[in-house]
């Protein structure tokens, strides 16, 4: 109803197809710049700074867009956001992992440190 939707005919399909071929290109191209990315983050420990209760549970959770604020701030590494997934809820002060899929092939595992504010 809203056209967000396209019938999936020759047309359409070879259209998808071309787009898809132009981005895995620009992808490609781009895995040099994602490696630089994942060697300046290797061994480094983002902190991520959340206002706690005193048990240490930290009021709402960490998100993939604190992250990707984190890394911009930090370490001058900018990321979307979609493109962070982390592993498990972070709503406790701790240590975590989270994973950082540029492409298929340069997928760097970050740690962060979420310490209480």
Do not use: C, W
Request: zero cysteines.
């Amino acid at each position: 109803p809203q056209g967000h939707a396209l019938i999936a005919n020759d047309t359409n399909r070879r259209r998808l197809a071309d787009l898809r071929r132009r981005q895995d290109a620009k992808e490609a191209k781009m895995v040099g710049t994602y490696q630089e990315f994942a060697n300046k983050l290797e061994g480094k420990v983002l902190r991520i700074g959340a206002k706690a209760g005193t048990s240490g549970k930290i009021f709402g959770s960490v998100t993939n867009f604190q992250i990707a604020a984190a890394l911009k701030e930090q370490y001058d590494v900018e990321i979307e956001r979609k493109k962070i997934e982390i592993d498990g809820d972070v709503k406790i002060l701790g240590d975590y992992k989270a994973t950082l899929k540029f492409h298929k092939e340069v997928q760097p595992i970050i740690d962060f440190q979420v310490v209480g504010e």
